[in-house]
């Protein structure tokens, strides 16, 4: 079974854009969820989707968005980069339940200038 | 809310002896617990987790981790640290009886292991 793959790996952005991340969950998992990881504030839950109806959110600012299309890949977009931005994010896909464990992608290192 | 803390950002042990990661957490109800190793420029990769039923889990490479409700801790050991075990290390709980249920975990900062010859 393919892993989660996410797109593009590498993104180099400049102050005041824009930026949409992928990721293509592992076959028959409809849970997708998102982090961000920084070395300053560690591993932090933005939010996860489910059955395209997103099902938790952490405590980000509203310029962090997504959405899960019908085959469960999921998008998350960030607006109005800030340097602050700058980080790995890492997309992780489960089946249904909570206890499940979470299979995470490689990531996408996001550089802000 | 929860909160994982991992004791010492980072751990040197010399090949061959015992691992011992800390973690301890916070959660009103007992929470879902697990262990991921990080290698450079990789994610994740879930070592092992806590749900329910026996105390003592095993995970893969060699590593298993005890719950111990009253000491509300889940430390993550190995008996022979291998080269190839250096990594990060992370301990992370997951939130029972989220409204609409779901997955969200939350990430204890996270242990450097060294492991030196």
């Known amino acids: 079974k393919a892993g989660v793959t996410q797109t593009p790996r590498y993104l180099i952005k400049t102050r005041g854009q824009q930026v949409t991340l992928s990721c293509s969950p592992i076959?028959?998992?409809?849970?997708v969820s998102w982090y961000q990881q920084t070395p300053g504030q560690g591993l932090q839950f933005l939010f996860e989707?489910?059955?395209?109806?997103?099902?938790n959110k952490g405590n980000f600012p509203g310029r962090f968005s997504g959405r899960q299309f019908s085959n469960s890949r999921s998008e998350m977009n960030v607006s109005t980069l800030e340097l602050g931005d700058s980080a790995l994010y890492l997309c992780?896909?489960?089946?249904?339940?909570?206890?499940?464990?979470?299979?995470f992608g490689p990531g996408t290192r996001l550089t802000v200038l | 809310a929860q909160s994982v803390t991992q004791l010492g950002s980072h751990v040197s042990v010399s090949e061959g002896a015992l691992v011992l990661l800390r973690c301890n957490y916070s959660?009103?109800?007992?929470?879902?617990l697990f262990w991921y190793v990080q290698y450079p420029n990789q994610g994740l990769q879930l070592l092992l987790k806590?749900?329910?039923?026996?105390?003592l889990v095993k995970g893969i490479n060699g590593f298993e981790a005890e719950f111990k409700k009253s000491e509300t801790s889940f430390h993550l050991t190995k008996p022979s640290a291998h080269m190839s075990d250096a990594a990060e290390y992370f301990c992370?709980?997951?939130?029972?009886?989220?409204?609409?249920?779901?997955?969200?975990?939350?990430f204890g900062t996270g242990t450097q292991l060294k492991v030196e010859l």
């Open positions: 076959s028959g998992h409809r849970s």
């Open positions: 806590y749900t329910t039923g026996a105390t």
């Open positions: 992370a709980v997951s939130e029972r009886g989220l409204t609409g249920g779901g997955n969200k975990l939350t």
């Open positions: 989707y489910f059955s395209e109806t997103q099902r």
């Open positions: 959660s009103s109800v007992p929470p879902y």
């Open positions: 992780a896909s489960s089946l249904e339940q909570t206890y499940n464990e979470q299979f």
